[in-house]
Every structure is written in C-alpha cells, then in structure tokens.
C-alpha cells in the first residue's frame, strides 16, 4: 500500500528529535506514537469526526518541535493575573513547566500538584498505563502527536476524602519564539473517594506569533468525588490548538465542567466523559464565540455505561464576521444503563451573513427506562424581542448586545465561583459587538 505524501507539517514534524526520558517504556512509546503519526498524516474531511474542519492550511506548515528556550521566555505576570483568584497555580510556557511564574506553595492538605517532568523523575511507574497508550483511530493525529512529544504537563491528585474550597489554576501560555513552535502538555487529574475540587484551567498567548499547541487531559473521579472544572480558552489569533480531555466517573461521582472558547485561529476540543459507576453525573455548559476568520469544533462524546447515571449539556454558539463554528453532541446509552437521565441542546446565532456554524446532535440508547432528549438550533436575533427593548427607548445596537450577552451568557449561570462568572461576563462583553 501507497503511504501518502508527506506534508510539510507532518515532514518537519516526523524527523524531529524526540525528548528522551531514559525510562525504556516510555521512550518506547514516543517511538511508536511519532511512528504511526507518520504513517497516516493529519486527517482529512472524509473522516467523520474531521467532516467540518478542514486541516489543508495547517498541513502546509511546518512547525518545530517544542520550543528550547521556553524557560527563559518572557511573560507579563500580570496578563496572568485572574481578578479575584488567588491560590496555586501551575503555569507552562511553550510546553514547559515555569517555576518562576508558578505558585506551589499554599497547596492544601491532601492534594498534590506537580509537574509532569518532575512526576516522571520522580515515581514514573504509577503514569504509566496512562502514558503508554497507543493510538490507533485515523483521527488520532494530533494525541499521536502530544503521546510522542509531551514531556511536561499537570499531574494533580487529591486524596481521599479532602475537600478543597479556594481553586487551583493550571495556566498555559505561548510565547513570541523565533519560529513557528509547537507544543504539546499531557495533564493527569485523579480525585480520591469523596474528593472534592476546583480547577480553573487557561489559555493565553503573549503576543500574535503562531503556535501549535497540544494537549491530551485525564480526569478521573472515583466514587462520591465532586470537580468543578472551568475553562477559559483565549489563545492568540494566530494559534491553533487541539485539545482532548477525557473524564472517567465512578460511582456517584459529579463532574461540573464550563467551557469558554474565544481564541485561536483554529481551536479543537474533543471532549469524552465515560459514566461508569452508578449514578455518576457529568454537566457540561460551554459557549463557543467564533470571529474574525477563526475556527471552533467542539466535539463532546457522553458514554452512560453504568445504571442511574445523568448527565446534562447546555452549549451556545455565536458566530460573527466570517467565524465558524461546528458542534457534535453525542450521548451514548450502553445496554445494561437502565434509568440513565440525559439531556444536551446547542442554540446558535448567527450575527452576520458570512458567519456558519453546523451542529450535530446525535443520540444512540441501547438499554431500557431512560428519559433522553436533545436538541440544536441555528438563527438569529428575535426581532420580537429587538423591537421589544427599542419601543421600551433602548438603542439597536445596545438592545443586540443585550440580547446576544444574555444568550452567550446562559451557560454560565450554574456557575458557583461568583469571581469567575463575573471574570466570564466582562470576557463576553468585551468579545461581543457594541
């Protein structure tokens, strides 16, 4: 069989030296990772899950692998900054863990948070179901990528039974570099039984120089843990970056995770959540603004595989200028996953001609006695509503702002961290047109 040519993306990519951890295992891994990677290239719009986001312009580019002098790059600490929120906080620059710019040392009793470069030095052997795996679907790429490549990242464990009340932050930044960079963190999240935590994850650039970024995340909550997971996506308009995060929830288990997405040229994030515990429940509520010529997929997988099990979904898209954005919500009931409860709907809107978003719901049950709905809508503003506000004296353009905040808005309500939801609002304001 005919292997595919090469583009200079996966060129520069496939023949760059790879990080060498001297633990066999693992070198083993990157080997065999950056092999299949490549073998079959990026994939292109006749893979299913690629259908909406077309990878020619990125193909066309070549990136360097990792970035050498990431530890010495400078970073505005106050571009950091997050009103309101203090406490420990993680932050990688170009890929790579910065203790200047880190705060490790208020960590509470009962949760360790470090880096994975540190972990690996340290005790390698317990992330190492975690980091061996092999991927093998044709829209692997980029995880094929990040498993031969990432050598830093985020490994946070709370023990059983802790409850911790101020968030943590984890913080990535890309940095201005003398060429096109690319990274890639793997982060490991584990909660013990009866955990619980906040955790407030951020993407910034400093500065337009382009970047590559990508990132593979594990979460895994055993039985009666809580995680409420918030992130802030605000990379740079020149970065594209491809994101994974994978949730696995035991018994009981809660996850409560918001989503803002506003930056990046091109910007991934497949997000899985398998329920495999009884009564388990995964909610998920994001927004997604697309401006500008910017791209944003959001893929979201929900596997019910336990009896009992909820989970919830309310996502908003607003497409303006000639942004696009696309949407997959899946919910799969497993056999065997009677009384499972769920629900996901994504409305959209559309504020200028040239914008698109598609949406894709879809729903797949194999077992018995489960209420499940969902739903998704594309429009634009109400005029109703438009004429509404003016006839009661407000102005067009402040009565669309009204109306399109308090639609982007919706999903963060069930927010519980008044700081960040009132950070969220000043976000969208800023983001929306006046």
Partial sequence: MNQPARTPFVAALADAPLPASGIAWLDQARRENLESFADAGLPDTRVEAWKYTALRALAQRSFAAGDAQAASRPVDPAAMALPGIDGPVLVFVNGAFRADLSALDALPAGVSMQPLSRALAED?????????????????????????????????????????????????????????????????????????????EQYLDAGEQAHLGTQLAGFTLRADATLHHAVLQQAGTGSSLVRRSHYRLDARAQAHLHVLELGGALARHDLWAELVGDAAAFHTHGAFLPDGRQHMDTQLAIHHRARDTVSSSTWRGVASGRGRGVFRGAILVAAGADGADASLGNKNLLLSAQAEIDTKPELEIYADEVKAAHGATVGQLDERALFYLRSRGIPGAQARTLLTTAFARAPFESLPHEPLRQHIDQLLLSRLPA
Avoid: C, K, Q, Y
Wanted: aromatic residues 8%.
């Fill in 124 to 200: 390698a052997e317990p992330l190492r179901f975690a980091l061996s795996r092999h991927f093998r679907e044709p829209g692997d790429a980029f995880a094929r990528l990040n498993s031969a490549f990432a050598h830093d990242g985020a490994v946070l464990r709370v023990a059983a039974g802790t409850r911790v009340a101020a968030p943590l932050r984890l913080l990535f930044v890309g940095a201005a570099a003398d060429r096109d960079v690319s990274w890639h963190v793997r982060n490991l999240v584990e909660l013990g039984e009866g955990a619980e935590l906040t955790l407030i």
